[in-house]
């Protein structure tokens, strides 16, 4: 069985769900997903699967930015190949409702895959064995993605009675998360407050410098709090941390997944993003104040206590990467005391 999900690392994880379906349904199955390269991230995290395949989509954003310079096929021509060796029996194709499953369609008939669930706007005849009609729009009480994809794969008997978000984690992740607090000056004995100010799109980042001031709060009443951030967000750490005045443990930018999901294990509530931190919480368990730009409705935290904090705005679901309007008053208008009160709010529910 292929499944294909090409875009980023989040939408993934919020797409295991549907993988663990399969895998119930399945069990004695070889399951490969088909995924941006980054993805294989995951694949120590995820025993669900058997294999992760690399591929840079050209129909994806990201994609077409990795192959820009590369000659045209090049990339197709060598996935084709390993497909067609492969012989997959059937493939399951995930996207959002803004994207189109025909490009990848079309890759599994030219494999000879006979068997191709997906959601379709328009008619996909040959190019699907199963076609599912997609009338989703993006709106204000839209399904969330999540269910989206557990409801696609039903259509064909797929189900799980576990609808949480996967993700494993290691003693190896553990303990390096322990020693990366340690060598910042955290106590791992005591609770901390984790902020992730970082997102791989403007438009869904709140400001770093109200970041740090939401911290400086939490700081005050006795929290710990540990900031962090991905690679090339090391920016976005130093603002955060200038903002806060002091107080606060601020960690390198982090190179592992592994070690990102045991410190977000190990925090009492995660502060970030619309963004992939946060869907590392929910499949961890850990509890989030999210600030969640309006730009889509469909990526709230999963079956995860939750806060979802933003400032209503007449050009909401607006699926930019860059706030159109210049304001991004969707999420500057959240003030950093919210933010406190928030995670506040959520360790009161804890405990």
């Not at 929290?223 to 002091?246: H, I, K, S, W, Y």
Request: charged share 15%; glycine share 8%.
């Amino acid at each position: 069985m292929l499944l294909v999900r090409l875009d980023n690392l989040g939408d993934v994880l919020m797409t295991t769900p549907a993988f663990a379906a399969v895998r119930d349904s399945l069990p004695a199955a070889h399951l490969a997903l088909l995924a941006a390269p980054s993805a294989q991230l995951l694949r120590p995290h995820l025993p669900l699967l058997d294999e992760i395949i690399g591929f840079d989509a050209p129909w994806v954003k990201a994609g077409a930015a990795a192959l820009a310079g590369q000659p045209p096929g090049a990339a197709e021509r060598a996935l084709l190949q390993s497909l067609q060796e492969a012989s997959f029996d059937a493939a399951i194709i995930f996207t959002v409702c803004t994207q189109s499953a025909l490009p990848a369609a079309l890759l599994c008939r030219l494999a000879g895959i006979p068997l191709v669930l997906a959601h379709t706007r328009e008619r996909a005849y040959g190019l699907l064995s199963d076609e599912v009609p997609d009338r989703e729009q993006v709106a204000t009480g839209m399904r969330h993605e999540v269910r989206r994809q557990l409801d696609l794969v039903a259509r064909v008997g797929f189900v799980t009675p576990d609808e949480r978000l996967r993700f494993a984690l290691r003693e190896e992740d553990s303990a390096a998360a322990r020693d990366l607090l340690l060598g910042a000056g955290v106590d791992p004995a005591r609770p901390y407050v984790l902020v992730h100010p970082g997102a791989s799109a403007a438009s869904r980042r709140y400001p770093a410098a109200a970041y740090g001031a939401a911290a400086a709060l939490l700081w005050r009443e006795g929290l710990q709090v540990v900031f962090c951030a991905g690679p090339g967000e090391g920016g976005l750490l130093d603002e955060a941390a200038t903002a806060m005045g002091g107080g606060g443990h601020v960690l390198a930018p982090l190179q592992q997944l592994g070690t990102l999901a045991a410190l977000v294990a190990g925090a009492r509530v995660l502060v970030g993003n619309n963004s992939g931190p946060v869907h590392l919480a929910a499949a961890v368990g850990t509890p989030v104040v999210d600030l969640y730009a309006l730009t889509n409705p469909q990526h709230t935290p999963w079956q995860v206590p939750a806060r979802v904090l933003n400032h209503d705005v007449p050009c909401r679901n607006c699926l930019q990467s860059v706030c159109a309007e210049g304001h991004h008053d969707c999420l500057r208008r959240v003030a950093p005391a919210q933010v406190a009160e928030a995670a506040w709010a959520l360790m009161r529910e804890a405990a």
